[in-house]
C-alpha cells in the first residue's frame, strides 16, 4: 500500500517554542491531508483538513493561529505548533487518502510531543 | 455519519479466530463500514471496508448482516501482532477521508 512518512519521530521542546512536524505522502500525491491529534488512553481526534494550495479547514475548538498548517505542495504537509505549552504535549499523527479511494486513509507514524 | 457501537475490550487465543462486533443500527444507504486497527504508539492502519456484501482481503474478513445494522471483522488466525485498538467507521462514500473515530475495541491477543 501507499506509504505517508511522518517526521520527526519524537520531538521535546521548551515551552513557548515552536515545533514543525512533516507529512509527506511518499508514492503518490494527496491534494488533501488530515491532522489528529491523541492524548493517552483516548481515541484520535481529528483537528484540521489541509489543503494543497489553499488554507486548511479546522475542526471546532481548535486554533488555527496555534496549529499552522501549510500544504504547498501535492506531497508534503507540515503542522507547527506555536508557542507550545505543556498542555500541547501529545502524540500528533497524519494521513492521506489512496488518490481513487479516498476514504482508505494512509497514517503516518505519529510524532509524540513533548513540551517541557 | 452513523454512529457505531464496540464493545471496550476482547481477549482472543493465539491461532484462533478472533471476531470483533460493530453495531451501526443507524446507517444509511450510501454508507459504508471501513475497519482501522492501531498497533500501540503508531498511526493507524487500515483493514477493510464493505457496503453490504461481505469482503475478505489478506487481512481480515468482514461480514455484514443482511439489514446492514451490524457486522463483524474477523482476523481468521489471530496472531500476537494483531492485539491493537481496532476501529470500526460508518462513512459516507463521499466524504473524502474525514475520518471520525470512536473508542474502539482493545483486542488482546494471548499466547
Known amino acids: 500500500g501507499a506509504v505517508v512518512s511522518q517526521h520527526p519521530s519524537w520531538v521535546i521542546c521548551k515551552s513557548g517554542t515552536s515545533v514543525k512536524i512533516e507529512c509527506r505522502s511518499l508514492?503518490?500525491?494527496?491534494?488533501?491531508m488530515f491532522w489528529y491529534r491523541q492524548f493517552p488512553k483516548q481515541s484520535l481526534m481529528l483537528m484540521a483538513t489541509s489543503n494543497e494550495g489553499s488554507k486548511a479547514t479546522y475542526e471546532q475548538g481548535v486554533e488555527k493561529d496555534k496549529f499552522l498548517i501549510n500544504h504547498a505542495s501535492l506531497t508534503l504537509s507540515t503542522l507547527t505548533v506555536t508557542s507550545a505549552h505543556p498542555e500541547d504535549s501529545s502524540f500528533y499523527i497524519c494521513?492521506?487518502?489512496?488518490?481513487?479511494?479516498?476514504?482508505?486513509?494512509?497514517f503516518g507514524a505519529g510524532t509524540r510531543l513533548s513540551v517541557l | 455519519d452513523a454512529k457505531t457501537t464496540q464493545p471496550t475490550s476482547m481477549d482472543c487465543a493465539e491461532g484462533r479466530a478472533a471476531n470483533l462486533p460493530c453495531n451501526h443500527s443507524t446507517i444509511s444507504g450510501n454508507e459504508y463500514v471501513y475497519w482501522y486497527r492501531q498497533i500501540h504508539s503508531q498511526g493507524p492502519q487500515y483493514i477493510i471496508h464493505g457496503l453490504k456484501n461481505n469482503e475478505t482481503n489478506e487481512m481480515a474478513s468482514l461480514i455484514i448482516t443482511e439489514d446492514r445494522k451490524s457486522s463483524t471483522l474477523i482476523l481468521p488466525h489471530a496472531t500476537l501482532r494483531d492485539t491493537a485498538v481496532y476501529y470500526c467507521?460508518?462513512?459516507?462514500?463521499?466524504?473524502?477521508?474525514?475520518?471520525?473515530f470512536g473508542q474502539g475495541t482493545i483486542l488482546t491477543v494471548h499466547p
Open positions: 467507521i460508518v462513512i459516507r462514500g463521499t466524504s473524502y477521508g474525514k475520518l471520525t
Open positions: 508514492d503518490f500525491q494527496a491534494t488533501t
Open positions: 494521513s492521506a487518502g489512496e488518490p481513487l479511494a479516498k476514504n482508505i486513509q494512509y
